[in-house]
């Protein structure tokens, strides 16, 4: 299964002000490389992608209660290169967790985008994330 991962595809950070944190981003060097937003049921979630020290972070708005604190990892992602024979090696490994039944495609965030989310053994979730 390894040949299908590619590396760390982003750090996704909790913020209740998602203006202020690209402006503080942006002013330690920080690039922003994509804007969007997603429904969620309590309404939009806005999203951004900043390059910053190396690394892609993806800074998450939630239009309600964020699950974690503020400054809090909620997931980490994995770059891979096929999204659906990368999710059935890791089930074939024995792994369960899936959060939903399928895949989610969002054709239009990010430049393109397929991810699927799985927890780990302490709860942490994982997202299997391939661009389009």
Do not use: C
Request: proline share 5%; no cysteine.
């Amino acid at each position: 299964m390894r040949e299908h991962f590619q590396g760390l595809g982003h750090v996704a950070v909790y913020t209740q002000d998602i203006e202020k944190s690209i402006a503080f981003y942006e002013n330690l060097g920080g690039e922003v490389r994509g804007r969007g937003a997603v429904n969620a049921p309590a309404g939009e979630k806005k999203l951004a992608l900043v390059l910053f020290g190396g690394i892609t972070l993806e800074l998450i708005q939630s239009p309600g209660a964020m699950p974690m604190g503020e400054g809090n990892v909620p997931h980490f992602a994995i770059l891979v290169d096929d999204l659906d024979a990368a999710a059935a090696e890791i089930r074939a490994a024995g792994v369960d967790g899936f959060l939903t039944p399928e895949k989610k495609v969002l054709p239009d965030l990010f430049g393109g985008l397929q991810n699927w989310f799985f927890t780990g053994p302490s709860g942490e979730q994982i997202e299997l994330l391939q661009m389009l």
